[in-house]
Nanobody, 116 residues
């Protein structure tokens, strides 16, 4: 059975940092591209960052470019999102997503709140 479990969310002050983790099981992790999405209250879910199956290619939304870094450790079946210089507008539920062809797996999300 496929599982994606996010962790690492919480409350942080503006300018602070958090590192999210996404632990995967039940599928061949190193064959899937991984993405992080977020959804703020009253807004549509948006793609934040993506990484290829081997980790050689990454992409970012303009709103997080230069502040967030996506990575993965295929030996640990885990994807990460390092978030620096956090802003109040980064407040959202963050979801990890594994995708390959017709497969599209999602985690349950982790809350990130940026507030003083």
């Amino acid at each position: 059975q496929v599982h994606l479990v996010e962790s690492g969310g919480g409350l942080v002050q503006p300018g602070g940092s958090l590192k999210l983790s996404c632990a995967a099981s039940g599928f061949t992790f190193n064959s899937y591209g991984m993405r992080w999405h977020r959804q703020a209250p009253g807004k549509e879910r948006e793609l934040v960052a993506g990484i290829s199956s081997r980790g050689s290619v990454t992409s970012y939304a303009d709103s997080v470019k230069g502040r967030f870094t996506i990575s993965r450790d295929n030996a640990k079946n885990t994807a990460y999102l390092q978030m620096n210089s956090l802003k109040p507008e980064d407040t959202a539920v963050y979801y990890c997503n594994a995708r390959q062809l017709a497969d599209d797996f999602w985690g349950q999300g982790t809350q990130v709140t940026v507030s003083s």
